[in-house]
């Protein structure tokens, strides 16, 4: 028997609370505050799976990589080798914070790190509509060279141009089985990193990486569902959702009906880059079956598993 079940979808921005200073040591700093929380809700009963994000971290890298080429001549690197980059650095700060963590509160348990493939349709429509800003910006000069090269790039909110990549929703859990033993075995595991690397089956039925990334909240809902957990537990900015987030009308939110939370994302309440994924993640999960599925910030992660905070989408409704 397992304990309660909970996928930890962790956000890749919370691991860099100050996009100003996003040094190595500041970054370990927040591993390890948010491993602590994820530790306690071990000594709590939950059974533990993490997910991540990798947003920055991506642009850092492809950042580099466009310098390295530019200034010394050296290859691109393909976005879906990117992303399995992120998936074992992060997964690699996570391993051994959570491994320090969980003996702080006497608890004996391995951490692993699962390099997760993630299946998606070479149909989805979004392949025909890239919108998904990625690496650094670009001057409108640099931006038509980049278009020649073959990239699509767009102008972003008048900041700058940017290379923009499709965004699919994941179908399939390529590892799945792995998971699932090891779930059942007892090990804490951190999968599906950055969404996954998106990858599609080929005419002869061989898997291929495709420069496109998968959102992370989508992706830990679907985990989430195949897993059966009892909790999809998002972290992220903020302590709990908004209506009419920044302004002087704004609300918090603390237990939502499915209903409701529906309600609020069709009425435009939450940013498309920002609170609208991890909303309709959540609203995915508790309509497929989940019990429930709670938003906050790293730091109230115990105290929302104790109903103290959060924001919390329950099945049921007015309707």
Not at 61 to 75: P, S, V
Not at 150 to 159: N, P, S, T
Not at 241 to 267: G, K, M, S, W, Y
Request: with cysteine; aromatic share 4%.
């Amino acid at each position: 028997m397992i304990d309660k079940l909970v996928v930890v979808a962790i956000g890749g921005n919370s691991l860099i609370p100050d996009p100003a200073n996003p040094h190595i040591d500041e970054q370990w700093e927040a591993v390890r505050e948010t491993c602590r929380h994820i530790a306690d809700m071990t000594a709590a009963g939950w059974q533990v799976i993490i997910t991540h994000g990798n947003g920055p971290q991506v642009g850092y890298i492809l950042n580099r990589a466009e310098i390295a080429k530019r200034e010394a001549g050296i290859h691109d690197v393909p976005l879906d080798l990117v992303v399995a980059d992120t998936q074992g650095s992060i997964g690699y700060m996570l391993q051994q914070a959570l491994d320090n963590k969980l003996r702080n509160v006497g608890k004996n348990q391995t951490v692993v790190t699962i390099i997760t493939q993630m299946r998606v349709d070479p149909n989805d429509q979004a392949f025909q509509n890239p919108d998904k800003p990625v690496g650094g910006f670009m001057s409108r000069e640099e931006a038509f060279e980049a278009r020649a090269g073959g990239w699509q790039v767009m102008e972003d909110a008048g900041r700058g141009w940017r290379r923009v990549v499709a965004s699919p929703k994941p179908i399939q859990v390529n590892e799945i089985n792995a998971i699932q033993a090891l779930v059942l075995s007892g090990y804490v595991i951190i999968v599906c990193g950055g969404g996954g690397v998106p990858v599609v089956r080929n005419e002869i039925g061989r898997l291929r990486g495709i420069a496109a990334v998968i959102d992370k909240d989508h992706a830990s809902s679907l985990l989430a569902q195949t897993l059966r957990a009892d909790l999809l537990l998002i972290s992220t900015g903020v302590e709990k959702v908004c209506l009419d987030f920044n302004t002087p009308r704004q609300r918090e939110l603390d237990v939502i009906t499915l209903l409701e939370a529906r309600r609020h994302l069709e009425q435009g309440h939450f940013a498309r880059g920002s609170m609208y994924p991890k909303v309709e993640a959540a609203i995915d999960f508790v309509h497929n079956g989940g019990p429930q599925a709670i938003i906050t910030n790293p730091e109230n992660l115990t105290r929302a598993l104790r109903g103290e905070t959060g924001t919390r989408i329950v099945p049921g409704g007015d309707g």
